[in-house]
């Protein structure tokens, strides 16, 4: 997985082609409503520092920066004047991005601000466990039995992903969230994904793979994402919340809701942009899609979001 996804032409650091937007579609790309929601977050995080000079806004797992693009155009200008913008990436920058967007490989150490995470986890490599054992894959997609599972990993699935069966042990994944998480000095971390808590674990695993727009077979040769869904529950810290996307952006006011129908005749063409806004917020918050995703929200030296 690591060698598919971040190897040398592997799937997210290759520099030709359109990048992972052309492959699958996610909340960032779904509606310019996404950004204006995590805007709006990181305004309760400016306001939580007590507005600080310099507000950081940390984006992991940045693609082509498209969310840090989004917010910044969202941002009221005042606000945006004192944000440091850092796209934490893996490949290389993008031709033409705005110059205030840092690009890095690793979040930077001592941010105080918002660290936001879109669909970042699903992509840390991990290792697939089948009735106690590793499974073995070849370039081709091929499985095949490996050596038990023991150790930390052992004590991972006992923990968190009990019982016979395949499962994804997502401990690379706690400790990546757990190194981001501790890169911020204050502020909050939030990690959204495809997620599963431990009681509701899938008995068969989500390992698959996307190219071009279609679910296609995982094989692990650099032309497809690989990609498994994310034990949200055993990433989070103490004081962390989770809880589904369309609860989280109804918060920030991502409605879905029609405009009143006696505003197409008073106002014809704001009624249409309005009723466009709604559809592009149903489709963020939609029970079976994206509105299902897990938001997992931690405090760093600030109160919780949403407060309990």
Do not use: K
């Not at 490989?105 to 991990?126: H, I, K, T």
């Not at 068969?204 to 077979?217: C, H, I, M, N, W």
Request: a negative charge; proline letters at 9%.
């Amino acid at each position: 997985m690591e060698a598919a996804l971040y190897g040398p032409d592997g799937f997210y650091v290759r520099p030709a082609g359109p990048g992972p937007a052309g492959h699958f579609r996610t909340s960032v790309h779904a509606s310019p409503l996404y950004a204006g929601a995590v805007a709006r977050l990181l305004r309760w995080v400016d306001a939580e520092l007590g507005h600080p000079a310099e507000l950081d806004l940390v984006d992991v797992g940045a693609g082509r920066a498209e969310l840090l693009t989004g917010v910044l155009a969202a941002l009221p200008a005042e606000v945006a004047g004192r944000v440091r913008a850092w796209a934490v990436e893996r490949a290389e920058r993008p031709a033409g991005l705005d110059a205030r967007i840092r690009w890095v490989p690793r979040p930077p150490e001592g941010a105080r601000g918002l660290l936001f995470a879109n669909e970042w986890l699903d992509n840390v490599p991990l290792e697939i466990a089948q009735d106690g054992r590793y499974v073995l894959v070849a370039p081709d997609g091929t499985e095949s039995p490996g050596p038990v599972v023991d150790g930390a990993d052992r004590a991972w699935l006992e923990r968190w992903w009990p019982g016979s069966g395949r499962a994804e042990i997502g401990r690379p994944r706690d400790e990546a969230w757990a190194a981001a998480v501790r890169s911020l000095s204050q502020g909050l971390a939030v990690a959204v994904d495809y997620a599963h808590t431990r009681g509701a674990r899938p008995p068969y695993g989500t390992l698959t793979g996307f190219r071009g727009g279609r679910e296609v077979a995982p094989v692990p040769d650099g032309s497809c994402d690989v990609t498994a869904h994310v034990a949200l529950d055993a990433c989070a810290g103490e004081g962390a919340v989770l809880l589904p996307q369309r609860e989280a952006l109804a918060l920030l006011g991502v409605s879905g809701a029609r405009p009143p129908l006696a505003t197409a005749s008073s106002d014809p063409a704001g009624y249409v942009r309005a009723l466009s806004r709604a559809g592009e917020a149903a489709e963020l918050t939609a029970r079976g899609g994206l509105g299902d995703f897990g938001w997992l929200v931690q405090p760093v030296g600030v109160r919780p979001w949403p407060a309990a």
